[in-house]
């Protein structure tokens, strides 16, 4: 586990572009199963990939989109352990990945980019397929 300290500012790089921040596994069930519309799940991570590719796609593609996502949340891997479990736990059948990256409409999950679709890819490539999934399901 990470110290809080030391993910902050990659925690805040995406709550300070209106993330919500997924703390607990209670939160993280009602976030899900409650949810209405579209909603964009960031798993966050401390690695190379999260910092050069995930987050920036993720910001570049949801300030350059037409459609969006109606809610953002985030989760950090490696600090809110049990919170990260349970959104993993909707994210069957696919395997634990961090970063990653899942759309859901309404409860049911309708894309997912993993970890390895992340790592050495350019952020503009990953925010042009991000793009494309949102015109598709938002």
Do not use: W
Not at 50 to 62: I, Y
Not at 74 to 99: M, W
């Amino acid at each position: 586990m990470y110290p809080e300290e030391l993910v902050l500012p990659m925690i805040r790089e995406l709550t300070n572009e209106g993330f919500e921040e997924i703390k607990t596994a209670e939160q993280a069930r009602k976030v899900i199963e409650q949810n209405q519309g579209t909603l964009l799940v960031v798993i966050n991570s401390v690695c190379g990939c999260a910092a050069g590719s995930a987050r920036p796609a993720v910001l570049m593609s949801l300030r350059q989109a037409t459609k969006k996502p109606d809610r953002l949340v985030t989760v950090f891997a490696g600090v809110d352990k049990e919170a990260t479990q349970e959104v993993r736990r909707f994210l069957a059948p696919y395997p634990p990945s961090s970063p990653a990256i899942a759309l859901f409409r309404d409860s049911e999950l309708v894309h997912m980019i993993e970890r390895h679709q992340i790592e050495g890819r350019p952020a503009e490539i990953l925010a042009q397929h991000l793009r494309q999934v949102y015109e598709h399901y938002c």
